[in-house]
């Protein structure tokens, strides 16, 4: 089956003819019998829609796989309407097969009423009064998103959107492309009447996981998926406006997996018809140990540092495994050859600080780029007269963010944790080496309040709140039991300028969302017998990002 690809405007389209519909008989055959057909369907009309497609502008058409919107044989036009004029044919439907060596779609159309004329006809004069046809595509009734009802002049169809799932995003474009259409000009102009989103959700546990899609309070969507390897991959047929016809906003549409709800988007921007939404998202819980990071505010810290793969086609955002895990010099952070553009697939964990969306667009506004350091900080907003860059945590998700300056500097200077390590009262960090199974990584280990873990076996301790050698060291024993004492782990993942990786494994830097000065950005640093709190930094620089949700 070939695939479709569905349009992404409705105005436009059902201004403009598709279709040319003609009879299949002669003149003498266009008259219709005087009696109804025994089995009471109605006055039979065989008709053979010859399909033109109009050359639509190609902004205003989704693509998949380069290819533009294609019927196949097993696909069916349903034509409906009502000619309700003075000795006319009534209501009236039927169900068009489409024969792709003639590229055509033909059967029979039912009338109420005894109708002698041609089709063009026929719907010339329901026109006043209504007429409309919708694709059904090849197998409709094993996908059991359209159903029909009803039979001959009275057949009508109905839309489960409960059953608006697929695996891939080919098949969601085979199977719940609705398109109809209710004006013609000598033919039909289909257009399309829904959208796509296309998820692929990380940070799972594998196992059933049940799916609900909402627009608010109201349920667009009900089901299930399973992960693999963590990841579940899935498309859903949406609806683009409410039951009271409005517009559904993304801004209020929300997904829960596993129980874990995920937004969209968090900028007013209306569903379209015929678009096909691309969403990446990670639906990774956050450690469970809190930290202060201000006066009366508390944070929990995201899994890993945040991650981003390209597939070939996309960007897939999440976090890494483990606390410690970083790619280093390895693609993609050696591949990034541009605007937000790799040379090869990988994983990209070093991001540029770079500016407003206005200039930076795509993978590039998060700093999978080759960033200047003339990059300008307009239309992030301020916070405490700090001003913002704010978008890496809309890459996973709702509710995450990254620390500004001021929180860095409390949680790893001012803190008052209330803990005592290595007779240092208010233990807030140490430099350290974990060994994780035989691999030993340098970062930076972070107590959290009221750290109550003591001195585990495998691990010792060495300078607490300041810079070192990486003095403290621990097994994989001891780094487990730091960790399930709610411990949180930064590697020394190094730093990146442009495809060029330095220092991994023996220094690292993490942003901030807090500009330094108009060129510049703040995050702490570190590396072997060095540690700054508030380093400023190009913005050219790749730093590791690690995200927070707030607490309280």
Same mark, same amino acid.
Request: hydrophobic letters at 35%; glycine letters at 12%.
């Given at each position: 089956?070939?695939?479709?690809?569905?349009?992404?405007?409705?105005?436009?389209?059902?201004?403009?003819?598709?279709?040319?519909?003609?009879?299949?008989?002669?003149?003498?055959?266009?008259?219709?019998?005087?009696?109804?057909?025994?089995?009471?369907?109605?006055?039979?009309?065989?008709?053979?829609?010859?399909?033109?497609?109009?050359?639509?502008?190609?902004?205003?058409?989704?693509?998949?796989?380069?290819?533009?919107?294609?019927?196949?044989?097993?696909?069916?036009?349903?034509?409906?309407?009502?000619?309700?004029?003075?000795?006319?044919?009534?209501?009236?439907?039927?169900?068009?097969?489409?024969?792709?060596?003639?590229?055509?779609?033909?059967?029979?159309?039912?009338?109420?009423?005894?109708?002698?004329?041609?089709? $063009?006809?026929?719907?010339? =004069?329901? /026109?006043?009064?209504?007429?409309?046809?919708?694709?059904?595509?090849?197998?409709?009734?094993?996908?059991?998103?359209?159903?029909?009802?009803?039979?001959?002049?009275?057949?009508?169809?109905?839309?489960?959107?409960?059953?608006?799932?697929?695996?891939?995003?080919?098949?969601?474009?085979?199977?719940?492309?609705?398109?109809?259409?209710?004006?013609?000009?000598?033919?039909?102009?289909?257009?399309?009447?829904?959208?796509? @989103?296309?998820?692929?959700?990380?940070?799972?546990?594998?196992?059933?996981?049940? *799916?609900?899609?909402?627009?608010?309070?109201?349920?667009?969507?009900?089901?299930?998926?399973?992960?693999?390897?963590?990841?579940?991959?899935?498309?859903?047929?949406?609806?683009?406006?409410?039951?009271? $016809?409005?517009?559904?906003?993304?801004?209020?549409?929300?997904?829960?997996?596993?129980?874990?709800?995920?937004?969209?988007? $968090?900028?007013?921007?209306?569903?379209?018809?015929?678009?096909?939404? /691309?969403? /990446?998202?990670?639906?990774?819980?956050?450690?469970?140990?809190?930290?202060? *990071?201000? =006066?009366?505010?508390? *944070?929990? @810290?995201?899994?890993?540092?945040?991650?981003?793969?390209?597939?070939?086609?996309?960007?897939?955002?999440?976090?890494?495994? !483990?606390?410690?895990?970083?790619? #280093?010099?390895?693609?993609?952070?050696?591949?990034?050859?541009?605007?937000?553009?790799?040379?090869?697939?990988?994983?990209?964990?070093?991001?540029?600080?770079? #500016?407003?969306?206005?200039?930076?667009?795509?993978?590039?506004?998060?700093?999978?780029?080759?960033?200047?350091?003339?990059?300008?900080?307009?239309?992030?907003?301020?916070?405490?007269?700090?001003?913002?860059?704010?978008?890496?945590?809309?890459?996973?998700?709702?509710?995450?963010?990254?620390?500004?300056?001021?929180?860095?500097?409390?949680?790893?200077?001012?803190?008052?944790?209330?803990?005592?390590?290595?007779?240092?009262? !208010?233990?807030?960090?140490?430099?350290?080496?974990?060994?994780?199974?035989?691999?030993?990584?340098?970062?930076?280990?972070? @107590?959290?309040?009221?750290?109550?873990?003591?001195?585990?076996?495998?691990?010792?301790?060495?300078?607490?709140?300041?810079?070192?050698?990486?003095?403290?060291?621990?097994?994989?024993?001891?780094?487990?039991?730091?960790?399930?004492?709610?411990?949180?782990?930064?590697?020394?993942?190094?730093?990146?300028?442009? &495809?060029?990786?330095?220092?991994?494994?023996?220094?690292? #830097?993490?942003?901030?969302? &807090?500009?330094?000065?108009?060129?510049?950005?703040?995050?702490?640093?570190?590396?072997?017998?060095?540690?700054?709190?508030?380093?400023?930094? &190009?913005?050219?620089?790749?730093?590791?990002?690690?995200?927070?949700? $707030?607490?309280?």
């Amino acid at each position: 089956m070939k695939t479709k690809t569905i349009l992404k405007t409705l105005a436009v389209a059902l201004l403009m003819p598709a279709m040319l519909l003609t009879t299949a008989c002669s003149s003498d055959d266009n008259i219709i019998d005087s009696e109804k057909s025994a089995n009471t369907k109605g006055y039979a009309l065989p008709v053979t829609v010859n399909v033109t497609r109009q050359g639509d502008e190609p902004a205003t058409r989704a693509t998949f796989d380069g290819s533009k919107l294609a019927f196949s044989t097993g696909d069916k036009l349903l034509v409906r309407g009502n000619d309700n004029s003075d000795g006319g044919a009534g209501r009236f439907a039927g169900l068009l097969d489409y024969d792709a060596s003639e590229e055509k779609f033909s059967g029979t159309i039912y009338t109420e009423n005894s109708y002698s004329g041609t089709a $063009d006809a026929l719907f010339t =004069a329901a /026109n006043s009064n209504w007429v409309g046809a919708a694709l059904f595509p090849n197998g409709y009734e094993s996908y059991e998103f359209l159903s029909l009802s009803g039979s001959g002049y009275s057949t009508s169809y109905s839309m489960s959107y409960n059953k608006a799932i697929a695996a891939t995003k080919a098949a969601a474009v085979e199977q719940f492309s609705l398109e109809s259409a209710k004006t013609y000009s000598s033919g039909f102009a289909l257009s399309p009447e829904n959208a796509i @989103f296309n998820f692929t959700i990380t940070g799972l546990t594998d196992g059933a996981k049940d *799916v609900t899609l909402k627009d608010g309070t109201r349920t667009m969507f009900t089901g299930s998926v399973t992960p693999t390897s963590g990841t579940a991959a899935f498309a859903l047929g949406a609806m683009i406006k409410n039951y009271s $016809d409005f517009p559904v906003n993304l801004k209020n549409v929300t997904l829960t997996i596993g129980g874990t709800d995920i937004d969209i988007t $968090d900028a007013n921007n209306n569903l379209a018809a015929g678009k096909i939404y /691309n969403i /990446n998202r990670s639906a990774s819980a956050p450690l469970p140990a809190v930290f202060t *990071v201000d =006066a009366g505010k508390t *944070v929990k @810290f995201s899994k890993g540092n945040l991650q981003a793969t390209y597939n070939g086609s996309s960007w897939i955002w999440g976090f890494a495994e !483990h606390q410690w895990d970083y790619i #280093g010099n390895a693609a993609g952070n050696t591949s990034i050859n541009g605007n937000g553009t790799v040379s090869a697939n990988g994983t990209v964990d070093l991001f540029g600080w770079v #500016g407003a969306s206005s200039t930076w667009t795509g993978a590039a506004q998060y700093g999978i780029s080759n960033s200047t350091v003339t990059n300008n900080v307009d239309g992030y907003g301020n916070v405490g007269g700090e001003a913002q860059k704010v978008v890496w945590g809309a890459t996973v998700g709702a509710g995450w963010r990254t620390l500004t300056s001021p929180e860095w500097l409390y949680l790893l200077n001012t803190r008052e944790t209330g803990i005592t390590v290595n007779s240092t009262d !208010h233990a807030r960090y140490t430099l350290a080496i974990i060994n994780t199974d035989g691999t030993e990584v340098k970062g930076l280990i972070i @107590f959290p309040d009221g750290y109550t873990g003591g001195t585990p076996a495998g691990v010792t301790w060495g300078t607490i709140n300041a810079k070192s050698t990486y003095d403290t060291t621990c097994t994989s024993a001891g780094w487990t039991a730091l960790e399930a004492a709610g411990c949180v782990f930064l590697p020394a993942a190094g730093y990146r300028t442009a &495809s060029n990786v330095t220092d991994a494994g023996d220094g690292g #830097g993490y942003w901030s969302c &807090s500009s330094g000065t108009a060129d510049k950005a703040i995050g702490p640093y570190f590396e072997s017998n060095w540690m700054s709190i508030q380093y400023i930094s &190009s913005r050219k620089y790749g730093y590791s990002v690690r995200l927070v949700r $707030d607490a309280d």
